[in-house]
């Protein structure tokens, strides 16, 4: 395949830092998407459906494991393979779906990230007792 067959393939590849590399890869999914003529059926409500269904997908996986057999998943090439196409296949959704309504998902991210540390802030712990010798 040449480049004008696939292009944009080798650049998220080659990018820097991680947020330029999620910003090519969206852009890669949002030009493959319309060379298929298949914006009118990314809606919000359909690429959400989408996700829900692709998560399922990656819980599927994960079933009927025991919690040390789910910890070792990655370790066969077969199931790891599985996993890293599901994950694939969450987060391409998802990208496509913060491109629809325009959610800029790192920005997000980082909110909903201090939000939680505002919510659930650290417990101190109390001082250990200290002997009096000490």
Known sequence: MNETQNPGR????GAG?????LD???RRLARFAAARGWEPYHT???LAVALSVEAAELV???????PEQSARVMEEPESAHR????????L???LQFCEVLGVDVLDALAAKI???????????EPAPNRHSSE
Do not use: G
């Open 24 to 26: 090519l890869l969206q």
């Open 114 to 124: 201090e939000r939680n540390e505002l919510r659930f802030p650290v417990k101190e």
């Open 83 to 90: 996993v890293a196409d599901e994950v694939a296949d969450v």
């Open 60 to 66: 599927e996986i994960f079933q009927w494991l025991t």
């Open 17 to 21: 830092r991680p947020e330029e590399r």
């Open 44 to 46: 919000p409500k359909n």
């Open 10 to 13: 080798d650049e998220a590849e």
């Open 92 to 94: 391409a959704y998802l």
